[in-house]
């Protein structure tokens, strides 16, 4: 509790950064008048009274929450439920409200709302979290449903506004545009989800026949950031100039400025996430809409400048030096024990419990913050809750897992990679074309295999896994009844489950390669990649071209498990992982620049 006074004050007087341990810091919000005043007295006077008066109040003393804690009137008990993510006692003050208020909606827009605001507000002062953020949106969610049967159905109510939200075409993500749906329906707006794959005629007929107030599109990877250009695009030709909102995984905010609004005649707007998406919605829908729209003008002019300077400047930069292959050469040829595509069908979800990052699952995408283990270990509620939601998704019958691997005798040539038939090892089948880094240590994937000079024949595998199949149809019906944290919560399950079953498949691989993992090798080691050779993904860094994953299908057929590609060679379903592995001892992730 001192510690969370002490770094309001910090904040307040201007503190902008802090390592802290979040484990067991008091959210300041939640702490009585009367322990703050505690905290006070001793950091700015201290004494020995202040310092006895402070130790005698916590000595033995356990959090819990009393009838003190919970406001006495009913606006604020209801503001409270929301804020604390608590359905216990909320029905009862609802009916309450309705004989305080003179129609329902004044209930939503008044304690209700001022509720989610505050939710709001804790979040972006980082004193909540994902999973805390959506069970407050369900306590929101049961409020309305119950007050709905008390208002009069009125034809096009937009409420706040209306919010077209799309994914764009060729990409099948939709768990972080689930989140954004999530919060924007529960504060108000109405919001219409046209789904994945969206293409921008079609977004273009939905916004024609709906006349929205903001457009939102979504996308997780490079390709999609590019697919937000020409549906900018799209949407200028077409005489469009609404509003757009855009956020996603590799967005950023220098390419919306400088790539996406420069083709389009409305505001682009860029939000890092679901809850700034909340907030640039309610200044254009609020009393800050101009002063916003002068905003982006003033950035937009100001990036087009600062990009210019830095044209100028790189065109005065010397010249690189040559690119000159680093990785050693000498490194052994390891044989795999068979050539045969292997396919695992409907593998054991309980086997793949260890290989699920529970860190990464509930650390990142449900928002849980410190040692996510030693929470555990000592049964705080919070990572106990969790992690018992998320268990009870692997060990339910509404997660599935399928993948499959194959050897491939292969050669460098220069940059490429060349594939050969596995049936007799002469005859090229694929060829690969990976970007080699401009400077030290000019790495590229085609430095990782022996060369067709070498006259040795060296080797790689591809594998692709699924854990999607069925999971969007069982999250939408959660988010339907309202459960909106066990919505999020299963997909990011499916997610993780995907990828740890790339885990288990790559040991597989090395197993079958003849390189396994040592007796001691923990899993903390195997999420590290502390094993000999690297995986990679098509999209990212080292491998950016996307289009690769048509030449990955070809040779391993990931149809056979029900693994599509998308017209913009994304994986659908979204919960599905595909690599190229190398065996190299040096073989590491790095960026090509």
Known sequence: MLNAVY?????????????????????YASIPESEIKLANDLLFTTTDETLAEFTDFYRDKKKEKTEDDIPKTVPERLAYYVVEGTKEGLIPDLEAALEMYDTPLDVINGPLMEGMSEVGRLFNENQLIVAEVLQSAEVMKASVSFLEQFMEKKEDDSGKGKIVLATVKGDVHDIGKNLVEIILSNNGYRVIDIGIKVTPATLI??????????????????????????????????????????????????FTETKIASQYNGPVIYAKDAM????????????????????????????????????????????????????????????????????LRDYSVSHLYPYVNMRTLIGHHLGLRGNFDK???????????????????LESDHLSASGLYQFFPAQADGDDVIIYDPADAKTEIERFTFPRQSKEPFLCLADFLKTVDSGEMDYVAFMQVTA?????????????????????????????????????IHQEIRDQWGFPDTTDFTMRDRFAAKYQGQRFSFGYPACPNLDDQAKLFGLLKPEDIGVQLTEEFMMEPEASVSAIVFSHPDARYFNVD
């Open 276 to 343: 700034q998406g909340l907030e640039l919605a309610n200044r254009l829908q609020g009393g800050e809409r101009e002063a916003l729209l002068n905003e982006l003008v003033e950035k937009q002019e100001k990036r087009i400048e600062s990009e210019a300077i830095r044209a100028n400047r790189d065109t005065a930069v010397a010249v690189l030096p040559r690119p000159v292959k680093t990785v050693r050469e000498d490194a052994p040829v390891f044989v795999p024990s068979d050539l045969r595509r292997r396919v």
């Open 7 to 27: 770094l309001y004050h910090c904040t307040q007087a201007g503190l902008d950064y802090a390592i802290v341990n979040t484990e067991k810091l008091e959210r």
């Open 375 to 393: 929470m555990l270990a000592n049964g705080e509620e919070r990572a106990v809750q969790l992690h018992e939601m998320v268990t009870s998704f």
């Open 468 to 504: 999607g199949h069925g999971v969007r149809e069982y999250a939408n019906r959660l988010k339907a009844e309202g459960k909106f944290l066990e919505s999020h919560a299963f997909q990011a399950t499916a997610l993780e489950l995907a990828e740890g079953f790339a885990e288990r």
């Open 205 to 254: 007929d939905v916004i024609r026949k709906e006349k929205p107030d903001i457009i939102g599109l979504s996308g997780l990877l490079v390709k999609s950031a590019q697919q937000m250009v020409l549906t900018a695009q799209d949407f200028k030709e077409a005489g469009i100039d609404t509003p757009v909102m855009v956020g996603g995984a590799a967005l950023t905010r220098r």
